[in-house]
Nanobody, 115 residues
Framework: QVQLVESGGGLVQAGGSLRLSCAAS????????MGWYRQAPGKQRELVAA???????NYADSVKGRFTISRDNAKNTVYLQMNSLKPEDTAVYYC?????????WGQGTQVTVSS
């Protein structure tokens, strides 16, 4: 059974930084793509950043240059470093891992950016 536990969310002023962490347990392999999604009130969940085997990454246009996704395979942990945060980044952030075409999700962590 795969479990994902996010941490690191909170309240920050615009321009500030936060680092999210997601620890995965279970049958996890470094080849499994992992990603961060977010969902703001009244909006659909959207991909923020993803990282694949070999370290290839991709980002939503809205966060390029501000957010960085990274992964520690030895710890089965993925991180999202968020800099220059904006009020529109406010959302619940979810970690996800894809295994054999199935996406597992964490419980989410709230990020609130005040203006």
């Amino acid at each position: 059974q795969v479990q994902l536990v996010e941490s690191g969310g909170g309240l920050v002023q615009a321009g500030g930084s936060l680092r999210l962490s997601c620890a995965a347990s279970g049958s996890i392999f470094s080849i499994n793509p992992m990603g961060w999604y977010r969902q703001a009130p009244g909006k659909q969940r959207e991909l923020v950043a993803a990282i694949r085997s070999g370290g290839n990454t991709n980002y939503a246009d809205s966060v390029k240059g501000r957010f960085t996704i990274s992964r520690d395979n030895a710890k089965n942990t993925v991180y999202l470093q968020m800099n220059s945060l904006k009020p529109e980044d406010t959302a619940v952030y979810y970690c996800s891992i894809s295994i054999l075409g199935y996406n597992y999700w964490g419980q989410g962590t709230q990020v609130t950016v005040s203006s």
